[in-house]
């Protein structure tokens, strides 16, 4: 069964410094991923999805990650963290597009003014 | 367009009573899932619908919870008997054979 790690539960960032969260993937196969993004009492936006192609892919608000499956990777990347991008990030895999989500434990991510 | 609608947005039980979560998927939708969110387990599938039909429960939630779609633009979960574990929010979203689009979620709190 396909399953996701998101080894960082929390990350600190400075207002303007770069950021990447990680995320790992186990699947056979090809698999479709995504990168959510949830504010306080809200629920999960869609930042970016990678479907087979370009590696490199690019999301809402200047995020962007990059699938690896050398390294069963697809960390998420930001040139410049902004403060209201304190919130939680989640990582997931679907083994077929439309298909039900595996999702990550989260990654909390706070910024610093 | 609308996006994926829950009602309601709280709701605070009496361990053993009965409630009823409501979702409207996106117009045109025709994939449904029902996910419940806690700080210890995450995020886990409840449910999924495509095209009306239950094509997925999660095996461990089968004997209290009930998650039904009759019609493509109306799904209800209903959790019979509530416990206090089934304290969480309870999300809803929606695909056209791509990306999920996710409700705000309903926080359930049994006391």
């Known amino acids: 069964a396909q399953s996701v790690t998101q080894p960082d539960a929390r990350v600190t960032v400075s207002e303007g410094a770069s950021l990447q969260l990680r995320c790992k993937y186990s699947y056979f196969g090809t698999p479709y991923l995504f990168w959510y993004v949830q504010y306080p009492r809200q629920g999960l936006q869609l930042l970016l999805k990678y479907y087979p192609g370009d590696p490199v892919v690019q999301g809402v608000n200047g995020f962007e990650a990059e699938f690896s499956k050398s390294n069963s990777s697809f960390h998420l990347r930001k040139a410049s963290v902004h403060w209201s991008d304190w919130a939680v990030y989640f990582c997931?895999?679907?083994?077929?597009?439309?298909?039900?989500?595996?999702f990550g434990t989260g990654t909390s991510l706070l910024v610093d003014p | 367009d609308a996006g994926v609608t829950q009602t309601p947005r709280h709701e605070v039980a009496e361990k053993g009573q009965t409630i009823i979560l409501k979702c409207e998927p996106v117009?045109?939708?025709?994939?449904l899932f029902w996910y419940r969110q806690t700080k210890i387990q995450g995020l886990e599938l409840l449910s999924y619908f495509r095209s009306k039909s239950l094509m997925e429960d999660g095996g461990a939630f089968k004997d209290r919870f009930k998650a039904e779609m009759l019609n493509s633009s109306f799904s209800t979960l209903k959790i019979q008997p509530t416990e206090p574990k089934d304290s969480a929010v309870y999300l809803c979203?929606?695909?056209?054979?791509?990306?999920?689009?996710f409700g705000p979620g309903t926080r359930l709190t049994v006391l």
């Open positions: 997931a895999v679907s083994l077929l597009m439309g298909y039900k989500l595996t």
């Open positions: 117009s045109g939708h025709n994939d």
């Open positions: 979203a929606s695909s056209l054979k791509r990306e999920q689009y």
